[in-house]
């Protein structure tokens, strides 16, 4: 078994295992998407297993944000299992940054437990809707919208270049990620909460959403300004495809203890790409 790192010439070979392990359309199908992801070392990187037959058999990707390796996409044969593959994968990685992730299953959660990581308390999602909006449900409020955007499209960051993403710039010095399929916008950065409301409202979007760590402080704003946790809401957190009452699950672990200011900013994890919006 060999452990490298991938580059874009293993194509053929990450589409075929991509493919196999992942759902239809899953944004890692994409070539423009890989590109993004891991070929750029300030960025990310992507390691594999091949076997003797020169197939994939397991992948590790690393997102890189606020100095971490941010383990996302882990996948290993069964028959590769219980081999130390893993370890390995995990290692190339460690060669660029301390490790962390963000996990939304079961199966990830048991991996890190298993290997000894600290858990912190989960991402939180902020959201709210439009207060000209009365009784509001998914129906209601996740459908599909027209939102004249074009003058404030950015592609300032590695984030806002992701494929099929529309980054967006507001008056406020605000970013976020606008998703008219399913009548929202979601936050990046947020600069003057109610200056960037009143520009979201006017610009015709049903509801806004906001995820980072726990210890945010930024949130207490958001309570101020009667957003609250997405249980309570009826805007669910997948939206692609939509998955009504569906709200944030997603762990925030390291390998290594991290200081009690850090926190978890969107564009770290794959929490934040497109696959998620």
Known sequence: MITREATIEDWDKLFVFFSKIYRENHPLQNKDFWQWQYGNKEFGRS????????????????????????????????????????????????NYYPLAATAANQAGLGLYRNMRWIRYYDLVRYVKINPNISNPTTESVCIPIEVDTEKLIIKDSHYFQQPSLDGLLLNSGSKAVCNKRVGGIRMVDIEDLTTSENQIWELGYLWIDYITSWNDLKTIELEKNNWVLDYKSVVPWRLNPLQKDYFCDITFLSEKPLDNNFIVHRSFSDHGRIGSL
């Open 47 to 94: 390691f594999i297993c091949l076997n003797d037959s020169d197939t994939i058999v397991g992948h590790v990707g690393a997102n890189f944000g606020g100095e971490m390796a941010w383990i996302i996409n882990v996948y290993l044969e069964e028959e590769c299992r219980g081999k130390g593959i893993l370890g390995r994968l995990y290692e190339l990685a460690r």
